[in-house]
């Protein structure tokens, strides 16, 4: 299934570099677990039948010099493994505002 993404630049100051990664689904850890009222250990052959999806394909890209305003779309591709609905809300992005010299 192909996934768009679009990144846009609402900075004013200038333009950014910045890195998007799309992340796996992840277990959550032993203390997220708890918070999250589950009280027996988590067994990882039982996290690996509740995926749903995963990444394939090229899942991390480099933005250079995205220019305040400016709109860049990106496709994933995800491979879903049974039919329903699926938040893939999985992503890391690192904004790096590149330096300016002084005048």
Same mark, same amino acid.
């Given at each position: 299934? %192909? /996934?768009?993404?679009?990144?846009?630049?609402?900075?004013?100051?200038?333009?950014?570099?910045?890195?998007?990664?799309?992340?796996?689904?992840?277990?959550?850890?032993?203390?997220?677990?708890?918070?999250?009222?589950?009280?027996?250990?988590?067994?990882?052959? %039982? /996290?690996?039948?509740?995926?749903?999806?995963?990444?394939?394909?090229?899942?991390?890209?480099?933005?250079?010099?995205?220019?305040?305003?400016?709109?860049?779309?990106?496709?994933?591709?995800?491979?879903?493994?049974? %039919?329903?609905?699926?938040?893939?809300?999985?992503?890391?992005?690192?904004?790096?505002?590149?330096?300016?010299?002084?005048?």
């Amino acid at each position: 299934m %192909d /996934v768009t993404l679009n990144i846009q630049n609402m900075l004013e100051e200038g333009p950014i570099d910045c890195i998007l990664q799309a992340l796996q689904q992840t277990a959550p850890t032993s203390s997220q677990a708890q918070s999250m009222g589950m009280s027996q250990a988590i067994n990882i052959a %039982d /996290v690996y039948e509740q995926q749903n999806f995963v990444w394939i394909g090229k899942t991390m890209y480099s933005l250079k010099n995205l220019k305040p305003n400016e709109k860049r779309s990106f496709t994933l591709k995800a491979c879903i493994y049974q %039919d329903g609905m699926f938040n893939l809300n999985r992503f890391k992005i690192t904004g790096i505002q590149p330096c300016r010299e002084l005048v």
